[in-house]
């Protein structure tokens, strides 16, 4: 059996050596790129072949590749990288890297071509002036042919490793066993599913259950379809830590059954969360850990890969063993683990980690979309981009002198849109266009100041300068799914700053083409109805598989009560305190307990439960508040204890809405005082409009329909376990509403109202 590598990714895992240097300088965009190679290949002669495809053999190793260009008359191989800023300041490292890759390009069009002799070119064009410079060699075929088996030499021991590690991770693969005694009801049915989603090629929307095992009942039939599906990977990704952690024990529960393939499971984490030297730059003259980073890759690289379980910790110490950064080891390692839980963004975003190595490498991977309901909101996110004048006028202060102009007149076309607008907030069917051509221009000025200055901005600056580079690419993606707002903050009668917005509307552009690049993407929630609202801002495929897996529960584990003689809109807040502090306080004296109590609102949860203090000292209760560290998140569940009796207070659709799992007596019941609707306010209200002129249902598809969902996951709290017994009250009299009720569980048995 053979193992393939591309040219490329065989040069960066044998040629790469010294440091790892992150200091920002300004690179071309990948659409600068191809502009770049096709201007390169413009100015060449009438015989020169562009994107020469090449492949060569080295023992059980295939390599291919695609030159970017090949002249007959001068028997040139050209190897084109476009830069800009001042190439003498080009890592050394990095011209190493690029001359391996043009040595092996060059022996295989020799080895194509029987050449004896080939001429190889690194032609270096800069995107800003179209200058090229080429640096020329002549080397003989028999030079390149040693540069390319020493190569692959150096890889080939890793190959069979690699490939000896996925035969036997197949073979016991095929032959796994549900890791638990039997399926809990509903959960085959989800795992047959997602088993004939992957096996079939389609994506499926699943709405299943809180509590009946959907990471295990998701992640099992997956690793079943590796082997007769030819997957490389398997990518698990969630909304939220408490989802990641599911997954890694889910993982690790399979990984210690008794016929456990040798997985590699990887858990993949944000960059300011794994830094061991936040105080530190990333480059060898700042950070120990960057230092000969290349160096000593290869033996962290072979550590981790002799782990089953690479999560946060386990990485982590494999990487201070071996002095490297463990973020940048995690990054290495998504290439050689089989099973990678990360967060949403590492696949959908617009420069996603996962994804670009999917493609880059031509993996064959499915995708497993946890609490997929997120999604919506998530997408929206990170496909917007956001200004504000307040950053910008303080950055103007401190600005190089060089940079003083280019900001300015940001500033001035900033102030010009001001003057057409009359009220504090606005939304524009288009963006801005002058703005974004100072915009671009004043981007194109600070990435030649950063050529020129090479230690760079002040962070504020540089910060400001990210987020111009992401306003400035969202604005050449804005179409009908895009809102243009301002929101204006008068200083005085005179002065007034404002926060511009390119608010992505519909997601279903971007993540639609993710969800078809894998193999087969399976989304899934305890909230995904009704399913056309999640089909259309989600862009799932035609051929979408929707099932609804039926409830392990029964309707006699959960008392659910509507309470409909209380109002929880705003107008009625202060009426609706004592009310609902009673109803709190009588449902504890009878049956004692674990209760969670969701609001809106911090305000709204901090007025219920000073009251409640206040009337009732002898109930223990506990708060989250805003901006809880994870540490202060797990403090507060750590307080549901079995036997324990008290109520934790909590914002709905916070951090303790969905995710958590709190069994058995840790939690009785909930009390959920709101519909979870979105708050009223401008910005709402245009997306209400948009939405009703898109799909026709603007009030649903803003307030009613996430609302809702957000409840519903609250709800699920309660009863994770078919021998579970609790209570849930909704708390509002629009519960009682037919349009409501109808997106309520099926399941649930709704007692008369209170």
Not at 313 to 337: I, K, N, T
Not at 581 to 598: D, K, S
Not at 715 to 728: C, E, H, L
Request: proline share 4%.
């Amino acid at each position: 059996m053979s193992y393939s590598i591309a040219v490329r990714a065989l040069c960066e895992f044998t040629a790469k050596v010294g440091d790892l240097d992150l200091r920002f300088t300004p690179s071309p965009t990948a659409l600068e790129g191809i502009v770049g190679h096709r201007t390169v290949a413009s100015r060449r002669s009438e015989g020169y072949q562009s994107e020469v495809a090449l492949e060569g053999q080295y023992r059980t190793l295939t390599v291919k590749g695609r030159a970017d260009g090949y002249d007959p008359a001068q028997n040139c191989l050209e190897e084109v990288k476009t830069y800009r800023g001042d190439l003498s300041k080009q890592p050394a490292n990095h011209r190493q890297l690029h001359w391996a890759q043009a040595k092996v390009y060059g022996w295989l069009m020799c080895r194509k071509l029987d050449l004896e002799r080939i001429n190889l070119a690194l032609v270096y064009f800069d995107i800003v002036s179209e200058r090229e410079t080429c640096l020329l060699e002549t080397f003989s075929a028999a030079e390149l042919k040693s540069f390319f088996e020493e190569h692959c030499a150096r890889f080939l021991h890793w190959a069979e490793q690699e490939l000896a590690h996925r035969e036997a991770r197949n073979r016991a693969a095929q032959l796994l066993a549900f890791p638990h005694a039997g399926f809990r009801p509903g959960q085959r049915h989800l795992a047959e599913s997602v088993f004939k989603a992957v096996s079939t090629g389609r994506c499926l929307m699943a709405q299943a259950p809180t509590g009946i095992g959907k990471t295990v009942g998701t992640l099992f039939p997956m690793l079943k379809a590796m082997a007769p599906r030819q997957l490389d990977k398997v990518f698990f990704l969630t909304a939220k830590t408490p989802g990641r952690k599911l997954a890694l024990d889910a993982a690790q529960v399979i990984i210690e059954s008794a016929d456990a393939p040798p997985l590699r499971v990887l858990e993949m984490i944000a960059r300011d969360k794994a830094c061991e030297h936040p105080d530190k730059a990333c480059h060898g003259e700042s950070c120990p850990l960057a230092q000969g980073f290349y160096d000593r890759l290869p033996a962290a690289r072979q550590a981790a890969s002799e782990l089953k379980l690479l999560n946060q910790g386990a990485l982590r110490q494999v990487a201070l063993d071996h002095a490297v950064c463990p973020y940048y080891l995690s990054q290495e390692m998504a290439r050689w683990a089989d099973v990678v839980v990360a967060d949403y963004n590492y696949y959908f975003d617009f420069s996603a980690l996962l994804f670009g190595l999917a493609q880059a490498n031509n993996w064959t991977v499915a995708v497993l979309v946890d609490e997929a309901h997120n999604l919506v909101e998530r997408g929206r996110q990170m496909y917007s981009a956001s200004l504000d004048q307040a950053t910008l006028n303080g950055v103007r202060k401190t600005a190089p002198e060089a940079l003083k102009k280019p900001l300015q007149r940001v500033n001035r076309e900033w102030n010009a849109l001001h003057n057409l607008q009359s009220g504090a907030y606005q939304a524009y069917d288009k963006a801005p266009e002058k703005l974004l051509q100072a915009l671009t221009s004043c981007s194109a000025s600070i990435g030649d100041y950063l050529n020129d200055h090479p230690q760079g901005l002040d962070s504020a600056l540089q910060s400001f300068y990210f987020e111009m580079l992401q306003f400035c690419r969202v604005a050449e993606l804005f179409d009908g799914q895009f809102l243009f707002d301002i929101s204006k903050r008068d200083l005085d009668r005179k002065r007034c700053l404002s926060q511009l917005c390119l608010r992505n509307v519909v997601p279903a552009g971007f993540i639609g083409p993710r969800l078809t690049a894998s193999r087969s993407t399976v989304l899934f929630s305890a909230t995904l109805s009704p399913r056309h609202y999640y089909a259309d801002l989600l862009g799932t495929p035609l051929d979408t598989v929707c099932i609804d897996v039926e409830s392990p529960f029964h309707a006699d584990q959960l008392q659910v009560h509507i309470v409909d003689r209380i109002s929880t809109r705003f107008v009625h807040r202060e009426a609706s305190l004592a009310p609902i502090v009673e109803l709190i306080a009588n449902q504890f004296i009878q049956r004692p307990g674990n209760y969670l109590a969701f609001f809106s609102s911090f305000d709204y949860l901090q007025q219920v439960a000073q009251l409640l203090a206040e009337r009732h000292p002898q109930i223990t209760l506990w708060a989250q508040s805003r901006g809880m560290a994870e540490e202060q998140r797990q403090q507060f569940l750590d307080q549901f204890t079995e036997g324990g009796a008290g109520i934790g207070f909590a914002v709905l659709g916070g951090a303790f809405g969905e995710g958590i799992d709190l069994p058995g007596a840790r939690l009785i019941g909930a009390f959920i005082a709101t519909l979870g609707l979105a708050q009223l306010n401008p910005v709402n209200e245009q997306l209400k409009r948009r939405m009703a002129a898109i799909f026709g249902a603007g009030y649903d598809y803003t307030y009613l329909f996430p609302g809702v969902q957000k409840v519903v996951q609250a709800a699920g709290r309660v009863i994770r376990t078919q021998q579970d017994q609790g209570v849930v009250m909704l708390i509002d009299d629009r519960f009682a509403e037919s349009k409501v009720r109808q997106l309520l569980p099926r399941w649930w048995s709704i007692a008369p109202a209170l």
